[in-house]
């Protein structure tokens, strides 16, 4: 079997990623000093989210020069099913591992954030940054 190349695409989202992961351990550690598990959760994907959507619009789909208040709002979709996701896996572990505490939740609660990766991909691949609609206004620019 042939090694198949990542993507530049792929490649850039998961820099971009794992960046936003780091961020979001540290910040869910120190907001679940003082919240829940669920809150805790919430605060530390909101507080990653704009860097999220800024990083990945110009650098890993290219599209800065795209509709910015359709993409925003399409994005803000794509968080909240993100955000439904994790908190829906979070809760879930929390349940199978009998609420651990310190850094084992930090690690499970990475890890529930990272269920609603793949499909955040997915739904910014195909709808909110498609590569028809970004080829359309680029050109749309140029001329």
Known sequence: MRDLPISPRLLSFAVIGVVCTVAFGG???ALRQFTGPIEANFGALSSTIIFNFAANRRLTFRAHRGPIARQAAAYAVVYVV???ASSA??????????HPTG???????????GVATVARYAMLTRWVFP?????D???????
């Open 103 to 113: 850094f084992t939740e930090v690690v499970l609660a990475t890890g529930a954030s």
């Open 27 to 29: 910040i869910f550690w």
């Open 82 to 84: 993100g955000l439904g």
């Open 89 to 98: 896996a979070l809760w879930l572990v929390l349940e199978l591992f009998s």
């Open 137 to 143: 206004a680029a050109g749309s620019f140029s001329g």
């Open 131 to 135: 590569a028809k609609r970004l080829t």
